[in-house]
């Protein structure tokens, strides 16, 4: 089973949609959770952090489900803009790097 | 701020032939690092230091090295460039490795893609 694993889409969905990704990760012992956003041919940008509680930010809304190990990314009132590949991002415990999905991409179309 | 900026943005290799990827950042971050990003994969840790004097092996180091003599500087060297290291490299910064907090996420430079034939 592979580390960190999202499915790849790509999903395409109409502008003022309601779009939602999950991804898995294989270590219980992992701490941290983050999303990043990666625009075609461009770095990846800190989308967010993940927190226990769940999170939001703006249309953004993060949850964490540590007893089924997986994290999901909801996406409201979906904008043309948000039109990128989306990686899952999480960090085990101590001194270890983090781990990167591969990613799922998003294409919102008018 | 620049920020991380690595250096070159494009680089054609010959198969054998040496290279050395730039980068620098001047955001007095500790912690550098270095991931190679193949079409349609995540990010691979090539290398990563921890502050100057330090590296250490990340996921891919072979057919690799690093240096870092500097808290700004981390350059990637490629001794004998091969096809399996076409791909897209991307130098990361942080502050420490605590990413946890909002305020240390990974800064990325905007990438060198490498073709080697």
């Known amino acids: 089973r592979k580390e960190v694993e999202q499915d790849p889409g790509p999903f395409n969905v109409p502008e003022g949609a309601t779009v939602a990704f999950n991804c898995t990760y294989s270590?219980?012992?992992?701490?941290?959770f983050f999303w990043y956003r990666q625009d075609c041919r461009k770095e990846p940008k800190l989308l967010m952090s993940?927190?226990?509680s769940g999170n939001e930010d703006g249309r953004f809304t993060a949850q964490l489900n540590r007893a089924s190990q997986y994290i999901s990314l909801l996406i409201r009132d979906s904008k043309l803009s948000d039109s990128a590949t989306y990686l899952c991002?999480?960090?085990?415990?101590?001194?270890?790097?983090?781990?990167f999905g591969k990613g799922t991409r998003l294409s919102v179309i008018a | 701020n620049a920020g991380v900026t690595q250096t070159p943005k494009f680089r054609i290799l010959k198969i054998g032939q040496s290279m050395t990827l730039q980068c620098t950042q001047d955001?007095?971050?500790?912690?550098m690092y270095w991931y190679r990003q193949d079409p349609g994969m995540g990010l691979k840790l090539i290398y990563y230091s921890v502050g100057a004097g330090i590296t250490d092996k990340g996921e891919v180091p072979n057919g690799y090295n690093v240096s870092r003599s500097t808290t700004e500087d981390f350059p990637l060297r490629l001794e004998l460039a091969a096809p399996s290291q076409t791909s897209v490299y991307f130098c990361?910064?942080?502050?420490?490795?605590?990413?946890?907090?909002?305020?240390?996420?990974?800064?990325f430079g905007n990438g060198t893609r490498l073709t080697v034939t």
């Open positions: 955001m007095n971050h500790n912690y």
């Open positions: 990361a910064s942080s502050y420490d490795r605590r990413t946890e907090i909002n305020n240390s996420p990974l800064h």
């Open positions: 993940v927190y226990s």
């Open positions: 270590n219980s012992a992992s701490q941290s």
């Open positions: 991002v999480v960090k085990h415990s101590g001194n270890t790097p983090l781990v």
